[in-house]
């Protein structure tokens, strides 16, 4: 059974940090992409950042470059955000997926929420 677990979500005044965590059962990670994504009050879902599957590549969204770092610990199954320099607009629900058919991010974690406010 395929389950995504997310996990570390809270509240954090602007320019803190947390660790968003994603355990991972049913695939392995190593074969697999795996993406953080997010949705803000009022927003649609947007993509945060993604881990490739085939050597770990990683991408960000430029809202997010040079804060977060997304990773992978193969062994834990489980992939990790960190967030650093978080603002109020970082607040929304984050979500885990992962890509099993190479043709969209097709199972899903049930979100985690972040708030930013001081």
């Known amino acids: 059974q395929v389950q995504l677990v997310e996990s570390g979500g809270g509240l954090v005044q602007p320019g803190g940090s947390l660790r968003l965590s994603c355990a991972v059962s049913?695939?392995?990670?190593?074969?697999?992409?795996i993406g953080w994504f997010c949705r803000a009050p009022g927003k649609g879902r947007e993509g945060v950042s993604f881990?490739?599957?085939?050597?770990?590549?990683?991408e960000y969204a430029d809202s997010v470059k040079g804060r977060f770092t997304i990773s992978r610990d193969i062994a834990k199954n489980t992939v990790y955000l960190q967030m650093d320099s978080l603002k109020p607009e970082d607040t929304a629900i984050y979500y885990c997926?992962?890509?099993?058919?190479?043709?969209?991010?097709?199972?899903w974690g049930q979100g985690t929420q972040v708030t930013v406010s001081s």
């Open positions: 049913g695939f392995t990670l190593e074969y697999y992409a």
């Open positions: 881990i490739s599957s085939a050597d770990g590549s990683t």
């Open positions: 997926a992962i890509d099993t058919t190479a043709g969209g991010y097709d199972y």
